[in-house]
């Protein structure tokens, strides 16, 4: 749940802050896919 609302702050915040949030986000995309070949 606090992971949700920094993500929620995060898509509220600067360009800066999206920009890190897409890092984050193609950070857990390839650690889920390596979860999915599991």
Do not use: S
Not at 3 to 22: I, P, S
């Amino acid at each position: 749940m606090r992971f949700m609302k920094n993500v929620f702050n995060l898509k509220r915040g600067t360009h800066a802050q999206a920009k890190h949030l897409t890092v984050i986000h193609l950070a857990l995309t390839k650690f889920n896919e390596r979860n999915i070949k599991f």
